[in-house]
């Protein structure tokens, strides 16, 4: 019998939706069935990659017994941390707090009035290391909540308690400057690793937003460290297990410290925000390493998350059959010595375990390797090497393909669209940046309602039930200005507007500037989340901050940029400390440096070349943040394009920044110049 998950749109929940726990979906009815029956909640959060919310899910809710005592004691509440990153946010600052680490699947025991008192993470079905069963946790719970009920609620009282008194330390409203951004700088090569590319040491993750500052400071100040640090750290993601070397794209991050073993789950964010990255890489350096992974890493995203309505699906699993009926992690993606002689024969198999680093031994688990790329200049020529990919690849075709979780996020979808409408542009891909457009026709025809409010997820062209976070507004508007500034099409800088214009009313403290993640007319949790900080991807405040910058520039719009220098406040607070974690709050602080500068490029048409060629060296420029208008002369596509006439009857560009402008010009290679950084 199914239980109420089954008419959920997230593929995660309708994983668990004939599990004979008895889940709820988060709902205030949920907590006033708990209030009625006078029992905790259980709530259970995770996402459809997650390995560990499998195997708990399979140990443990698929376990008739344990479901049995959950049903008695407890109201059970599923939440799918990428539908409602708000509730995920709140419980994971307290489990943090009380534990001082945090991760999925997330367990926290909950009062009927949502006050959490018991928390965890992953519970095995037997004590193992020095952890508890889970049903050893849901007996204790429910003996403490059942003899010690008033010990529960001052527990639950002061977590709710202390993480109201979290507030942020906010820094002033101004923006970093150039001694805040140098300090950042130096904290970062404090905590690079040299031999290895990156920061830090195991788990790995891809630092996208930080590699966006890198490259944004060494365009403005010629640091030549900034640029070696961001391309170093590139290569070896691309020359590790962490890149899929048949396929293209990313996985999540990797285990070691070599960019070696990979967690093999493929997410959407990650791949956008390293699309876009290695394209700007190759913008900086003409590096062929970064146009390749920049372009492989479109064509996945395209090929393999593209949904049937034109958006992007969010995640593939770590998981796949391993041929045996087993679900394994890594079983699409690895290979042993005896698996290459099949498909390629013994003298190619030798060939191709060497240029991807195969060995007998393996560099994964019972002797499989990911593929690498290790340093063998000269081992393949380029024919062979070609044939060898497509043998293998067409061969991984065949194996189980890991599971997909098919829904449309609102907010990664506007990174994709930032990516693939900026790697179509740089590498003459019209098919790139019309993917673009479609995704960005999806999210204005499905997520947006007549007041340009948005839905956070649709899956299977139906939009889901959750209001959009910051994040959503602000990636969004992101990738509307990236396809505005490439396509010459002004709709999308209107689209942007109003999505903005939402974060200005509902997501903005009037007092200090500072922005939360929920909107002001939003579900009240026991907190209003508020985290200025990174994750795997860019917070919702300083993606918030840098598109309200890009959208002043395009149109002079003094709120808007009021509110982008407020916003940064935080930045010029936490750069210096914690640089790692604010790099996209960095990026943006690069841009406020240095202008932004505004480029309008004016011509007869379009496609006319010489439109095309201005067009095309605009957008190629590294000047941190800079905007770019195409269009005719007198055309209202863009405020930028007002009163810019061609010159001598030829197309020609007006690059101005800081109420200054330069004389126009009608020569590419003068663009170039003027827009290095």
């Known amino acids: 019998m199914p239980n109420r998950l089954a008419h959920e749109t997230s593929p995660y929940l309708l994983q668990h939706a004939d599990n004979p726990v008895d889940w709820w979906p988060w709902s205030s009815e949920a907590f006033e069935e708990a209030r009625k029956r006078n029992v905790p909640v259980l709530l259970s959060v995770g996402y459809s990659s997650c390995h560990w919310c499998h195997v708990m899910a399979h140990e443990s809710f698929e376990d008739q017994e344990t479901a049995e005592y959950l049903n008695a004691h407890y109201v059970s509440v599923k939440v799918d941390r990428e539908e409602r990153p708000d509730v995920d946010a709140v419980y994971m600052e307290a489990v943090q707090a009380a534990t001082g680490q945090g991760g999925w699947p997330m367990t926290v025991f909950l009062t009927p009035d949502a006050e959490p008192f018991y928390f965890g993470t992953y519970f095995p079905p037997a004590p193992r290391q020095g952890m508890p069963s889970f049903r050893q946790v849901l007996q204790g719970v429910h003996q403490a909540w ?23 330390s906010y820094g002033d409203a101004r923006t970093p400057g150039e001694e805040e951004l140098a300090q950042a700088l130096l904290g970062l090569t404090r905590e690079y690793d040299p031999q290895r590319g990156g920061f830090g040491g195991a788990p790995k993750f891809p630092p996208s937003m930080v590699l966006e500052f890198l490259l944004r400071h060494h365009a403005r100040t010629g640091a030549e460290g900034a640029l070696q640090m961001a391309r170093d750290t590139c290569e070896r993601m691309a020359r590790g297990g962490m890149y899929d070397q048949l396929g293209g794209g990313f996985a999540r991050y990797s285990v070691d410290r070599d960019w070696v073993v990979p967690h093999f789950e493929k997410m959407l964010y990650d791949n956008a925000l390293l699309c876009r990255v290695y394209a700007h890489l190759w913008r900086s350096t003409g590096s062929e390493l ?3 992974v920049a372009l492989e890493t479109a064509d996945f995203m395209v090929r393999e998350l593209r949904t049937n309505e034109g958006g992007f699906a969010s995640a593939l ?54 593929l690498q790329l290790p340093v063998r200049d000269g081992l393949l020529d380029a024919e062979k090497a070609a044939s060898i990919h497509q043998r293998l690849l067409a061969a991984r075709d065949e194996r189980p393909a890991p599971g997909r979780d098919d829904k449309v996020v609102a907010a990664w979808n506007g990174l994709a669209i930032a990516a693939l409408a900026e790697t179509g542009a740089y590498f003459d891909r019209p098919d790139l940046v019309e993917a673009a457009v479609a995704a960005a026709d999806l999210l204005v025809r499905l997520h947006l309602d007549e007041q340009a409010r948005l839905t956070r997820t649709s899956k299977d062209g139906h939009a889901g039930a959750n ?42 403290d009037p007092e200090s500037g500072s922005l939360y993640d929920t909107a002001a007319d939003a579900e009240r949790l026991i907190r209003r989340p508020q985290d200025p900080t990174d994750n795997a991807a860019p917070s919702g405040w300083t993606a918030a901050a840098n598109a309200l910058l890009s959208y002043a520039a395009h149109t002079g719009s003094e709120p808007h940029r009021t509110a982008a220098e407020r916003a940064l406040g935080v930045v010029k ?9 604010i790099g996209w709050g960095l990026a943006a602080a690069e841009a406020v440096l240095d202008g932004p500068r505004e480029v309008a490029v004016v011509g007869p048409a379009l496609d006319d070349e010489g439109t095309r060629a201005l067009h095309r060296t605009a957008l190629l420029g590294t000047a941190p943040g800079a905007v770019v208008a195409v269009g005719s002369p007198g055309s209202e596509e863009f405020p930028l394009l007002a009163d810019r006439p061609l010159v001598g009857g030829e197309p020609a560009a007006y690059v101005c920044r800081n109420f200054t402008c330069d004389a126009p010009t009608t020569e590419p290679d003068r663009l170039r110049t003027v827009l290095s950084g």
């Open 317 to 370: 699993d770590a998981d796949s059959d391993d041929g045996t009926g087993k679900h394994v992690e890594g079983a699409y993606y690895v290979w042993t010595p005896e698996q290459l002689r099949e498909v390629l024969g013994e003298q190619d198999a030798e060939l191709a375990a060497q240029h991807f680093g195969v060995t007998e031994e393996g560099t994964f688990e019972e002797g499989a390797s990911v």
């Open 290 to 292: 970064a146009r390749r």
């Open 573 to 581: 607070a936490l750069g210096p400390r914690v640089p790692r974690f």
């Open 146 to 168: 059942d003899e010690r009920r008033d010990e529960v609620a001052e527990v639950a009282g002061k977590i709710v308690r202390d993480l109201a008194g979290r507030e942020i």
């Open 467 to 508: 209001a959009g976070v910051l994040e959503d507004y602000a990636d969004v508007a992101e990738g509307f200005l990236a396809l505005a500034s490439v396509t010459g099409e002004g709709v999308w800088l209107e689209f942007a507007g109003f999505l903005l214009d939402h974060v200005l009313a509902r997501f903005t």
